[in-house]
């Protein structure tokens, strides 16, 4: 069986989408699968199985990836089309069955379209895929038993981020002595360029050594060995948030002017932390440390799931 999956550009609606994909895996172990997706997300699916190949599609004036992408796929016959981008291109292929997402905004969460749009509910959890040799390549970053606490003090827009000062307040008041994490250390992620670094700067050297400077360093299946190796995730709204619940890491996201109600991480523990005014634009600096600590304790206190 031959299926064409054409997924996000970004890293967190890549990872929502894996669990889609999980479902069809399943349902058909032998078929071959080619995902179209954005550059920054094809490390998401890098470790996938059943993955034939990743065409990787760059944006292009006058929409000519689609072009590009037609000469990868268009000559070829397809048991399923799969197509989250909303596009007509699926109806061009010729294939036996398509599911094609409505374009626009829809009210609710992201991942219950994605579920209905397979007739799925409960939609299927996303998923993280990672080799052994991620795991190893974890272990050698973040060496020990721990515990370790991932942060993600980066985002793709500026008022997503969370004061750098309280992330550091934060990770002070969980390694504090007589705390469930107490003297735990800091694996510190982000994105590659200077941007996503400049924002992690001043949590790296708040923690100084007692932090491994990860930003920009590894590829996205190491990312995902890692955030499976903390004890805890908390991270800015982000692909690295969504990444971080797909690998069924305790995982707090903080939440300003994005929407929590369609990007919530989504997982089998997570919780959020939603500044007063969300989603207002220049809401994130209403969240406190307070609310981000009684959130972080809830969801230690969840029972481990089977």
Same mark, same amino acid.
């Given at each position: 069986?031959?299926?064409?999956?054409?997924?996000?550009?970004?890293?967190?609606?890549?990872?929502?989408?894996?669990?889609?994909?999980?479902?069809?895996?399943?349902?058909?172990?032998?078929?071959?699968?080619?995902?179209?997706?954005?550059?920054?997300?094809?490390?998401?699916?890098?470790?996938?199985?059943?993955?034939?190949?990743?065409?990787?599609?760059?944006?292009?004036?006058?929409?000519?990836?689609?072009?590009?992408?037609?000469?990868?796929?268009?000559?070829?016959?397809?048991?399923?089309?799969?197509?989250?981008?909303?596009?007509?291109?699926?109806?061009?292929?010729?294939?036996?069955? /398509?599911? @094609?997402?409505?374009? *626009? &905004?829809?009210?609710? =969460?992201?991942? +219950?379209?994605?579920? #209905?749009?397979?007739? %799925?509910?409960?939609?299927?959890?996303?998923?993280?895929?990672?080799?052994?040799?991620?795991?190893?390549?974890?272990?050698?970053?973040?060496?020990?038993?721990?515990?370790?606490?991932?942060?993600?003090?980066?985002?793709?827009?500026?008022?997503?981020?969370?004061?750098?000062?309280?992330?550091?307040?934060?990770?002070?008041?969980?390694?504090?002595?007589?705390?469930?994490?107490?003297?735990?250390?800091?694996?510190?992620?982000?994105?590659?360029?200077?941007?996503?670094?400049?924002?992690?700067?001043?949590?790296?050297?708040?923690?100084?050594? /007692?932090? @491994?400077?990860?930003? *920009? &360093?590894?590829?996205? =299946?190491?990312? +995902?060995?890692?955030? #499976?190796?903390?004890? %805890?995730?908390?991270?800015?709204?982000?692909?690295?948030?969504?990444?971080?619940?797909?690998?069924?890491?305790?995982?707090?996201?903080?939440?300003?002017?994005?929407?929590?109600?369609?990007?919530?991480?989504?997982?089998?523990?997570?919780?959020?932390?939603?500044?007063?005014?969300?989603?207002?634009?220049?809401?994130?600096?209403?969240?406190?440390?307070?609310?981000?600590?009684?959130?972080?304790?809830?969801?230690?206190?969840?029972?481990?799931?089977?």
């Amino acid at each position: 069986m031959r299926i064409l999956f054409i997924t996000a550009t970004r890293i967190g609606d890549a990872v929502l989408s894996t669990g889609l994909l999980g479902h069809l895996i399943r349902q058909h172990p032998q078929a071959r699968f080619v995902i179209a997706c954005g550059p920054a997300a094809e490390g998401v699916f890098a470790r996938m199985p059943g993955r034939a190949w990743t065409i990787v599609l760059t944006k292009r004036r006058l929409r000519l990836h689609w072009l590009e992408l037609w000469r990868e796929v268009g000559t070829q016959r397809w048991d399923l089309v799969v197509d989250l981008r909303g596009s007509a291109f699926a109806f061009l292929l010729r294939a036996k069955r /398509r599911f @094609v997402m409505r374009g *626009g &905004r829809q009210p609710g =969460p992201r991942i +219950a379209h994605l579920g #209905a749009l397979m007739g %799925l509910d409960p939609p299927p959890l996303p998923v993280a895929w990672f080799s052994a040799a991620d795991r190893a390549r974890a272990a050698a970053l973040l060496p020990g038993e721990g515990p370790w606490i991932a942060l993600g003090p980066t985002a793709n827009w500026d008022r997503k981020v969370w004061p750098a000062e309280r992330f550091v307040a934060l990770f002070e008041a969980l390694t504090a002595p007589g705390q469930p994490l107490a003297g735990a250390r800091a694996a510190i992620l982000g994105g590659p360029g200077a941007q996503e670094a400049a924002m992690a700067a001043p949590v790296l050297a708040a923690l100084g050594d /007692r932090a @491994v400077d990860l930003v *920009g &360093r590894i590829a996205l =299946p190491e990312a +995902a060995a890692v955030l #499976a190796r903390a004890a %805890l995730f908390v991270g800015n709204d982000s692909g690295l948030m969504h990444l971080s619940a797909a690998t069924g890491t305790p995982t707090l996201g903080l939440f300003g002017p994005s929407r929590v109600a369609e990007y919530a991480p989504t997982g089998h523990r997570t919780a959020t932390a939603i500044a007063p005014a969300s989603p207002a634009l220049d809401s994130m600096a209403g969240l406190t440390l307070e609310q981000a600590l009684a959130a972080a304790g809830t969801l230690l206190a969840e029972p481990q799931p089977a």
